[in-house]
Every structure is written in structure tokens, then in C-alpha cells.
């Protein structure tokens, strides 16, 4: 793959690019799968990023995404907004135009955006907006904006995407619980894997999932989540087949009691990691760790993806 580029942005310090050079998975995904949660950064170039934005990132463009999906061996994408890109989801709805129907997305909106905007993203492929609660990430948008962004988007079918810290649930289940539609959450709720996968937290979680039927969850991000690893990357630290072990029992217990209610998605190009960079192929190895039976990994990774977000073809 090209390398990435930065355009006339100056990269967040430290910051970390996409891997170009990742490995062919040997598992290979079942036919139409889809890759439900990765983003596209600019090109900062000719889709600016926005001035409120937390981090810098390099570019990663709706080519190279599709690049990826190609070469790892997945059908389709969901395109999830990017907190470094605000509100404006230009480049984002550009990345499901270009798709040839291949690709649909989850925007970022505030309340003044209007019924025609909406219906415009609708007629690009979007299918969701996603409210962020991660406080390095956003700043505060009070919870009644929110509950009105949620009401007006339900009336395109459109589904919540939300994203917060696991220590932060029990503040926000009230307003979580309260949303009039599907409700699907990025990275499992970022579980701290060090916690007992039985202990008040992670259970908390499972509870949330089990007395809400409209929660999803996307059991992704074990590079995010994962303490001991080892990691899924190129080179003598390589966790090559069977990387992040400490997040597999988090992800497992999800995947088997929400077999129909869970997504995966690489998350590439995998924004604010600290430590390494994972080989995309080597994440891929990682689904039939979670999702151990065929059956499962149809589910996780074609039928529920194609219910959710191309609910016409099913
Ligand atoms: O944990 C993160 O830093 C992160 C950031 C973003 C974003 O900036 O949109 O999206 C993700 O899925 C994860």
C-alpha cells in the first residue's frame, strides 16, 4: 500500500501511521463479509480537519481503505465518522459516494443540522450518527442535544452509535436506555481487561446488553484494549495467530451470548495508539478467536452487519 501522507497538517507528536505492509490473514472471512467500524482521514489536503479536533493524523485516504478491504478479503465497510473531522463529514459521505454501494456510514451531527442534510447523508449511504463520550476525544454536548439528534434521526431508521469509557457507564445508563433507537457500542465499552471478565464492571456491561435488546456491541479494538498482548504485529514481538489473549474471554463472552448482536471491524487506520501499530492481517486472525464457530463468524461478520446497515438486500 501507498504511504501515508500529512498534506500541510503537522501530525499530533508521537503520532502513529497505518501499517503499509499488512500480512495476508490466514483466516479467511466468509464471503460478503464486512468490515464494521474503520474511518478515512481526509487527505487533510482536500478535506480539512476540523479546528476543533483533539488530534492530527496522518492521511488516510478512501483508497487506501478500500485497498485494505480488498487485500484482507472483506466485502464491504462501515465508515465511522472521525472525531478529528468534527461535524464535518464530507470526507467520510465522499468515501461511501466513491464506494459503488459498497460502503455506508456513520456521521456526526449537531442539532442544527437540517432534514434536508440528513437526507442527503441518507441518499450517500449513512445509517447512523455516533455520540462520543471519551472525554480526550470531544468536548461536552449536553445530553437533551443529543436525545433531539436521536429523535430526529430515528425517523430515518438510522441507529446511535455510542462510544465511552467502561468507568463511565453507570453515569450515562440513564440516557443510554432512553434512546428511541438500535443502540450499538464502539470497542465493547473499553473494558479495563485487567478486571475480572466476571467482576462488577464487565458485568455491568453484559447487564446493560442483556436487559436492552436494541444494544449491539462491536467486540473490536483488542489492540486498544489489550494490557499483556502479545500484539498482533510484524517483527520478534509478534503475537502473529495468537495475539491479545487477555481480551479474547471480554470479546467471547460477548460474541457467545449476543451471537445477533454483535459487529467486528478492523478499526483502521486505528486512530491515537501508543505503543505499536498492528498488522491489519494479523487483527483479522484474531475474529476466530472470539467467534469460534462458523456459524458465529457468519453472524458476526456478514449477517449482522447486512441486517444493520444494507437491510434491503437481506
Ligand atoms: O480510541 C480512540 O482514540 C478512537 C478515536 C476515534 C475517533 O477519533 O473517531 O475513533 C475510534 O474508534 C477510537
Not at 1 to 8: A, C, I, L, N, Q
Amino acid at each position: 500500500m501507498s504511504k501515508p501522507t500529512t498534506g500541510d497538517f503537522t501530525k499530533t507528536p508521537g503520532w502513529m501511521d497505518w501499517y503499509t505492509g499488512p500480512s495476508k490473514p490466514r483466516f479467511q472471512v466468509p464471503a460478503g463479509a464486512v468490515d464494521a467500524h474503520c474511518h478515512v482521514f481526509g487527505p487533510g489536503a482536500e478535506f480539512p480537519y476540523a479546528p476543533e479536533r483533539k488530534y492530527t493524523p496522518c492521511d488516510a485516504s478512501k483508497a487506501q481503505l478500500y485497498a485494505l478491504r480488498d487485500h484482507l478479503g472483506f466485502a464491504r465497510n462501515v465508515v465511522v465518522q472521525a472525531t478529528c473531522h468534527g461535524a464535518d463529514n464530507r470526507a467520510m459521505v465522499d468515501a461511501l459516494v466513491s464506494s459503488g454501494g459498497k460502503a455506508r456510514g456513520v456521521a456526526t451531527v449537531k442539532r442544527s443540522v437540517s432534514d434536508a442534510e440528513l437526507q442527503a447523508m441518507h441518499d450517500a449511504g449513512v445509517r447512523g450518527v455516533r455520540f462520543n463520550f471519551v472525554k480526550r476525544l470531544v468536548d461536552f454536548t449536553p445530553k437533551e442535544e443529543l436525545m433531539e439528534i436521536a429523535g430526529r434521526i430515528a425517523k430515518f431508521g438510522w441507529h446511535v452509535v455510542i462510544y465511552f469509557e467502561a468507568v463511565d457507564l453507570p453515569e450515562l445508563w440513564d440516557f443510554f436506555t432512553a434512546l428511541p433507537t438500535t443502540v450499538v457500542v464502539d470497542h465493547m465499552g473499553r473494558p479495563d481487561v485487567s478486571k475480572p471478565v466476571d467482576g462488577p464492571e464487565f458485568e455491568l456491561f453484559v447487564k446493560f446488553m442483556r436487559e436492552h435488546p436494541n444494544v449491539w456491541s462491536k467486540v473490536t479494538c483488542p489492540e486498544r484494549l489489550s494490557v499483556t498482548g502479545p500484539k498482533a504485529m510484524a517483527g520478534p514481538m509478534s503475537g502473529e495467530q495468537s495475539a491479545y489473549t487477555d481480551v479474547i474471554p471480554f470479546a467471547k463472552r460477548i460474541v457467545d451470548e449476543f451471537p445477533d448482536r454483535v459487529l467486528w471491524g478492523t478499526d483502521w487506520p486505528h486512530p491515537n495508539l501508543k505503543d505499536h501499530m498492528p498488522d491489519d492481517g494479523l487483527l483479522v486472525d484474531f475474529i476466530p478467536h472470539i467467534a469460534t464457530t462458523a456459524e458465529m463468524q457468519k453472524k458476526l461478520l456478514v449477517d449482522n452487519p447486512m441486517r444493520l446497515y444494507w437491510p434491503e438486500e437481506v
